[in-house]
């Protein structure tokens, strides 16, 4: 479901061609690089770009780290429990737009 979570996050946010790199990344999410890395470390934030030995991330990967820093801090969750929290939520946007299309064809 790992997949899905990123999916969204990259619809969510119109996926520009923004590509930074891991302390720019969280200097933008306001947390820290070490924090960043054990989200990539536990596979959280989907597929990074390999650019030779550094890596880069898009604007989906940065609004999962503000989500998953948001959990963290504001509700003491547990990383692995945010991702799967967010993993729930992307599935229920995904069956929320599978109803509307349903509805919509169904002519309601």
């Known amino acids: 479901m790992r997949g ?8 969510l946010c119109h ?16 947390t820290t690089a070490e924090v960043v890395q054990s989200y990539v ?3 959280l934030l989907g597929e990074e770009v390999r650019r030779g030995s550094a890596c880069t991330f898009g604007e989906g990967e940065l ?6 820093e948001q959990l963290r801090v504001e509700y003491g969750v547990p990383s692995q429990a945010a991702g799967m929290i ?16 349903l509805r919509e064809a169904m002519g309601r």
């Open 86 to 101: 967010l993993d729930l939520a992307a599935r229920v946007e995904e069956l929320e737009s599978e109803i509307r299309s």
């Open 4 to 11: 899905k979570r990123l999916q969204v996050a990259r619809m």
């Open 15 to 30: 996926e520009r061609k923004l590509e930074i790199g891991l302390e720019e990344l969280a200097r933008l999410a306001e």
């Open 63 to 68: 609004y999962l780290v503000r989500r998953m």
């Open 41 to 43: 470390e536990q596979g």
